[in-house]
């Protein structure tokens, strides 16, 4: 049975230039989405493809803006109930909140609960895929993918690697860490939507040996993306240099290891001297920006313009918990704004663009996600700006698409969420 969603489409197929790029972008004032299977089959003008497929059920979500489901490419599950914890920095935040949280993950049943709520929290707000760190704990990764194949959802994800420097009920080893991983990588990593993350959390938790032992994954699992992060926090990266004198700088320590190329993911990139920048640029690893966790814990702010000049790859994600909120629409707010500070303006297409294609492309999961091009999975987010008297009452005086676009960024809200599709199916509907 094929199914059309109708109402305003919108899709990337690069990243605009600016405002007047459009070439780089398809928008149908009366459009739809042609589905079969949980994949598209098409999508265009409605009448096109009403006349090619009368049979076809259609779902009419007129007036409402039609767009790729949003895609979060940094975020860590086990922090639900750690967000909005009062702390002044980075460090202190770990030890005196988040660790002691993660500790709970050994517990099965809690695990299980958090990675249920996660999933429908994200559903939500848009999000129909993201890259997950999970908790040290293997059983935190299998409820984590468990959760996400009940609702068919393509997520990433990975149990934390983490040696030293963190509460001993949360540490495990360089060759359990390696074990574990590659048992989780053989249960999990391209089954249905599923795919891997090698997860070293950070250079500081990670003794030689543990990163040594993330190399070695990396290079036997090469379709496996890797995460982790790097230079958010001055304290941190000192701690760093304290820890590994041997190397150059903070990005000296991946690359010595073999987790610097382009399946990897780096959260933060906020204090990157050029030889890491260069760096970055070379091996087509991606800079994860993460906008409202950097304000919160007072990190610093993104360079985004630099490094776009530089040639470094971009992305922009939550970081649930020390992000403050689940929404990628706000997310992307409180980039526009950082860039704003740094005299770098941000188009609204171009977050638009970011949150879908962009992190798609990031992922290296262009093919699957991210558009609405035929032969995606059909991962869709259907839109409504006026869906709050102030947002209706402003959307009286919108009048073109970069205006609504800039509206639903700005009053960003998960009542502007219609319906989030994840392979076809509607599944905010569905959540009490």
């Known amino acids: 049975m094929s199914t059309l969603l109708r109402g305003r489409t919108l899709t990337f197929h690069r990243r605009p230039i600016n405002g007047e790029d459009h070439r780089a972008y398809s928008y149908h004032t009366d459009g739809a989405v042609l589905i079969e299977d949980g994949k598209i089959i098409a999508h265009g003008p409605f009448d096109a493809l009403t006349m090619a497929h009368p049979n076809a059920e259609i779902i009419d979500h007129r007036p409402n803006l039609i ?36 500790q709970r993950f050994t517990d099965e049943a809690h695990a299980e609960r958090i990675a249920d709520l996660f999933m429908n929290e994200l559903i939500r707000y848009g999000t129909t895929t993201a890259v997950a760190f999970c908790s040290v704990h293997a059983n935190s990764a299998d409820a984590f993918f468990t959760a996400a194949a009940k609702r068919n959802m393509a997520m990433a994800g990975g149990k934390v690697m983490m040696d030293r420097e963190a509460p001993d009920a949360l540490t495990d080893t360089a060759q359990s860490s390696y074990d574990d991983t590659k048992a989780l990588i053989e249960r999990w ?12 959390r950070f250079a500081i938790t990670s003794t030689p040996e543990q990163l040594e ?77 993460c906008p409202t966790s950097n304000l919160f814990l007072g990190s610093g702010l993104f360079p985004h313009k630099v490094l776009q000049e530089e040639g470094v790859r971009i992305g922009y ?37 970011a949150m879908t294609l962009g992190n798609a492309q990031a992922l290296g999961m262009e093919a699957k996600i991210g558009t609405l091009d035929a032969g995606s999975d059909a991962d869709i987010v259907v839109l409504n700006a006026s869906a709050m008297p102030a ?27 219609t319906e989030t599709y994840v392979a076809g199916v509607p599944l905010k509907s569905a959540l009490s």
């Open 189 to 200: 990593h391209g089954k249905g939507r599923a795919t891997y993350a090698i997860t070293p």
């Open 391 to 417: 947002s209706a009452l402003k959307m009286e005086r919108v009048e073109t698409l970069e205006e609504e676009l800039f509206l639903l960024q700005t009053l960003a809200d998960n009542r502007m969420i």
């Open 67 to 102: 767009v790729p489901g949003f895609i979060d490419p940094h975020i860590h599950y086990p922090q639900m109930q750690v967000v909005g914890s009062y702390a002044g920095s980075l460090l202190e935040w770990l030890n005196r909140y988040t660790f002691i949280e993660e």
């Open 317 to 353: 994600a939550t970081d649930i918990g020390g992000g403050t909120s689940y929404s990628m629409l706000r997310t992307m707010d409180v980039g526009y704004k950082v860039a704003q500070l740094q005299g770098d303006r941000m188009h609204p297409l171009q977050t638009f663009f």
């Open 213 to 289: 032992a993330a190399g070695t994954l990396a290079r036997e699992h090469p379709t496996c993306l890797i995460q982790s992060h790097l230079s958010e926090n001055d304290g941190e990266i000192a701690r760093v240099a304290e820890l590994y004198p041997e190397d150059e700088d903070y990005t000296a320590v991946y690359e010595r290891f073999g987790l610097f190329n382009d399946r990897a993911l780096y959260g933060h990139c906020i204090h990157l001297k050029p030889r890491e920048r260069a760096a970055m640029a070379e091996a087509g690893a991606v800079a994860v920006s």
